[in-house]
């Protein structure tokens, strides 16, 4: 009986001591928003709703689309205004596209989008 307490004593101590532990790691920011600004034009001539949500996660920019209707231009530009990431999406694959951030040095960078209609979206994330 005296070692099933000592036991139960340890295992109390180690669970307590962990909880703030993992209090600080479920606080800890893994994933940060994008706000787009801009306007969105589509082949109707007509202003649509954003259809772009982006956000990064880890070293990865991830950008979704809930319309991939259209062609669209990527170009990520540092602060200077030099494009340090640029490419050219088909629509259907414009639903998810995964761009890698672990080359980029620190810093502020703006991430834009663009249509052959006349849209385009910006938005400003920090590395």
Do not use: H
């Amino acid at each position: 009986m005296r070692n099933y307490v000592c036991y139960l004593s340890i295992c109390m101590l180690f669970i307590i001591s962990s909880l703030p532990i993992q209090a600080g790691i479920k606080n800890t920011p893994t994933e940060s928003e994008i706000c787009f600004e801009g306007e969105w034009n589509t082949k109707t001539r007509s202003l649509s709703p954003i259809p772009f949500t982006a956000s990064i996660s880890g070293d990865q920019l991830i950008l979704e689309c809930t319309s991939p209707d259209y062609d669209i231009n990527i170009t990520i530009v540092n602060a200077n205004g030099q494009p340090v990431w640029q490419c050219d999406i088909a629509a259907p694959e414009a639903s998810f596209v995964s761009i890698p951030l672990d080359s980029l040095p620190q810093g502020s960078y703006t991430i834009e989008i663009s249509n052959n209609y006349g849209g385009y979206l910006q938005g400003i994330f920090q590395l």
